[in-house]
């Protein structure tokens, strides 16, 4: 059974930074592609940025270009989103999220792509 856990989601002021952690259990043997999503009240889901298994591949959203940064070490089973010089349109619920396709060598922000997903972490930036 593969579980998605996500930590690290809290109250920032705006301008400030927020570190999401995500570990993946249930995966051992097949190399996954990960994203982190958000979906803030009344608004649809959206792909903020994956990560390919190798590491060599990351997309990022146009609006948290510079300012996040995706990572992961495989050999913890985790996945890292920095989030630097949070803006107020970053409120939301995060989640992070596994996909096998492809075997890992690419990763997509289209949520579709994705079937382990974790509960979501909530982030709130106050101003």
């Known amino acids: 059974q593969v579980q998605v856990e996500e930590r690290g989601g809290g109250l920032v002021q705006t301008g400030g930074s927020l570190r999401l952690s995500c570990t993946v259990s249930?995966?051992?043997?097949?190399?996954?592609?990960m994203g982190w999503f958000r979906q803030a009240p009344g608004k649809e889901r959206e792909g903020v940025a994956c990560?390919?298994?190798?590491?060599?591949?990351?997309v990022y959203t146009d609006s948290v270009k510079g300012r996040f940064t995706i990572g992961r070490v495989n050999g913890v089973n985790t996945l890292y989103l920095q989030m630097n010089s949070l803006k107020s349109e970053d409120a939301a619920m995060y989640y992070c999220?596994?996909?096998?396709?492809?075997?890992?060598?690419?990763?997509?922000?289209?949520?579709?792509?994705?079937?382990?997903w974790g509960q979501g972490t909530q982030v709130t930036v106050s101003s």
């Open positions: 990560i390919n298994w190798s590491g060599s591949q990351t």
């Open positions: 249930g995966l051992t043997f097949s190399p996954y592609a």
């Open positions: 999220a596994a996909m096998t396709k492809y075997s890992g060598r690419y990763c997509s922000l289209d949520s579709d792509e994705f079937p382990y």
